[in-house]
């Protein structure tokens, strides 16, 4: 089964809001990833956060890891349209398992 | 562009069939992994290579075979195909090391398999 679980499936917002999307994971982490997917593109990484990191800004994006909670969310801060893409959290696991979530299909509406 | 190049981008072939996939890593990039991106079951990890040598296996069916060579490029060969491995499948190269993933995977583009 696939360690990590994207919340929502899909979201739509308008262009200027904030989007956060959430990530759940079964077992104890080493580190955590987030990607972006474009429709039928290779997965591009936006951020890394480490087990033992709370808290992780790049640019308009933040990061929180739970680890109590295995689960990690991302906000995007005043979506764009640019920001319509596919979001996936990334895990693994002691065993050097590497697991990708459902993802969150974002869109931003101009 | 992410430096990993994937060839074919296409792939059409029949059941039965094999064929193989060729992924040349970032410059500099010693890990290489594979995934198996389809509509219903997601983005699935096959296996890792480090170095030359197999670091990490998922979920890669034994009609499933992999190599890395000493000049890191590496290749997915897949055997005995089914209409169910039509899917995209994705290299990605990463700086590496043997503690996860801890440093970013860069992707390529995918090679998109359809099996008739």
């Known amino acids: 089964s696939q360690q990590g679980e994207e919340d929502p499936q899909a979201l739509s917002i308008q262009e200027g809001e904030n989007a956060t999307m959430n990530c759940s994971y079964k077992?104890?982490?080493?580190?955590l990833q987030w990607y972006r997917q474009n429709s039928g593109r290779g997965l591009v990484h936006l951020i890394l956060i480490r087990s033992n990191e709370r808290e992780k800004h790049s640019g308009r994006l933040r990061v929180t890891l739970d680890t109590s909670k295995k689960s990690s969310s991302l906000l995007i801060t005043a979506s764009r349209a640019a920001d319509t893409a596919s979001y996936f959290c990334a895990t693994d696991n002691t065993g050097n398992q590497f697991y990708f979530g459902t993802g969150t299909s974002l869109t931003v509406i101009p | 562009d992410s430096g990993v190049t994937q060839t074919p981008k296409h792939l059409i072939t029949a059941t039965g069939q094999r064929v193989t996939l060729r992924c040349s890593p970032r410059s500099g990039d010693l890990s290489v992994y594979w995934y198996q991106q389809s509509l219903d079951q997601g983005l699935q990890f096959l296996i890792q290579?480090?170095?030359?040598?197999?670091?990490a296996k998922g979920n890669i069916l034994e009609r499933f075979s992999a190599q890395q060579f000493p000049d890191l490029h590496s290749e997915l060969n897949l055997s005995s195909l089914e209409l169910g491995d039509s899917a995209l499948y994705f290299c990605?190269?990463?700086?590496?090391?043997?503690?996860?993933?801890?440093?970013?995977?860069?992707f390529g583009n995918g090679t998109r398999l359809t099996v008739t």
């Open positions: 290579y480090y170095n030359g040598e197999e670091r």
């Open positions: 077992t104890s982490i080493n580190n």
């Open positions: 990605a190269s990463s700086v590496g090391s043997y503690r996860g993933l801890d440093s970013p995977l860069h």
